[in-house]
């Protein structure tokens, strides 16, 4: 009874503070095949998907964004579904605002570029990188990659070394194998 009595309470406190414009950054975590994500939205979009080390990311977002944080699922809830939808193999592409603030520079031109690379395809580190404009900045399209702010939502798991190997991936290699067996690359 008493957890039932809590979690009315955070729910009208998310509405009250949704609607009074005191909430900046929400979150929600959501149960997928590959691990509990962490979902963190602004009033722009989507800003943060991380895979572990919530309560650090959730630290991390406050300095970076603002301390205004608070679990508050229904904001999320379009994210959710869409993640539901990928990992359910009924989605290729996700259409969700998304705030890209946590990327700056060559990163974040890296990142626009990796939405492009088509479900079931793959890039070479050095394919994106001439596609971001900078032939030569391979190891940078990989910091761009480690350091992606929205992993899956862009897609840098697709990215992969130029001799066919997986390379590197923030949530490990064996998640990566996994979302690109599960989109058959």
């Known amino acids: 009874m008493e957890d039932e009595t809590i979690a009315r309470l955070r729910a009208r406190l998310a509405v009250t503070a949704e609607r009074d414009g005191l909430l900046d950054v929400a979150y929600r975590t959501v149960d997928t095949p590959v691990g509990t994500l962490l979902l963190a939205s602004t009033g722009q979009g989507l800003v943060r998907v991380?895979?572990?080390r919530h309560d650090e990311v959730l630290a991390a977002l406050a300095e970076a964004v603002s301390p205004?944080?608070?679990n508050a699922p229904d904001r999320l809830d379009s994210a959710a579904r869409q993640l539901d939808e990928y990992f359910g193999g009924r989605r290729r592409r996700f259409e969700l605002p998304l705030d890209l603030r946590l990327a700056k520079g060559f990163r974040r031109q890296v990142l626009s570029h990796l939405p492009e690379i088509a479900y079931g395809r793959t890039?070479?580190?050095a394919e994106v990188a001439r596609?971001?404009?900078s032939p030569r900045a391979v190891r940078a399209v990989?910091?761009?990659c480690a350091t992606n702010p929205l992993p899956v939502i862009i897609p840098c798991h697709r990215v992969i070394r130029s001799d066919g190997g997986y390379g590197a991936y923030v949530g490990g290699e064996s998640v990566k194998k996994t979302l690109l067996l599960l989109e058959k690359a």
Do not use: M, Q
């Open 50 to 52: 991380a895979y572990d």
């Open 68 to 70: 205004r944080i608070l």
């Open 123 to 125: 890039e070479s580190y």
């Open 131 to 133: 596609a971001a404009g």
């Open 142 to 144: 990989g910091t761009a």
